[in-house]
């Protein structure tokens, strides 16, 4: 990886049908059961609106979501405390019956070196394997 690269998307395949991952994934209080990047811990709403506040390894921050829908879009907006606000494309996709594909999209932040950038696309990439195996996982 270079300093050109500006995005990257990091897949992960699952054998779960596409709207049960989307189900999953879409539901911000699951997100401290995968998403370590994002969440360590409980996520609240914040009032009325589609607002949630998470504690992340950096500290606090403040999450949208892309409203539900049908077409498997996970889009999501993070500003952490003291940063502008930050756009995550992600998506999930069916690619076959009972199987799916996670895509998400890590953009380049103005900060980031090369070796920031990379440490994110890894965890990133661990996060989406810790969701593949929460979908995979046998029905309790």
Do not use: K
């Amino acid at each position: 990886m270079n300093s050109n690269e500006l995005s990257r998307v990091i897949t992960q395949r699952v054998a779960c049908d596409w709207r049960a991952a989307y189900a999953l994934a879409a539901d911000p209080a699951r997100l401290p059961e995968w998403a370590s990047g994002l969440a360590d811990g409980a996520l609240a709403r914040e009032g009325e609106g589609e607002r949630w506040v998470a504690t992340t390894p950096g500290g606090r921050a403040v999450l949208r979501f892309a409203p539900a829908n049908e077409f498997g879009v996970l889009d999501h907006w993070v500003a952490p405390e003291g940063v502008p606000e930050v756009y995550v494309p992600f998506r999930v996709v069916g690619v076959a019956p009972g199987a799916c594909e996670l895509q998400f999209t890590l953009l380049r932040q103005p900060h980031m070196d090369d070796e920031a950038f990379a440490h994110d696309a890894e965890w990133i990439a661990r996060d989406l394997r810790a969701l593949r195996a929460l979908l995979e996982a046998p029905a309790r």
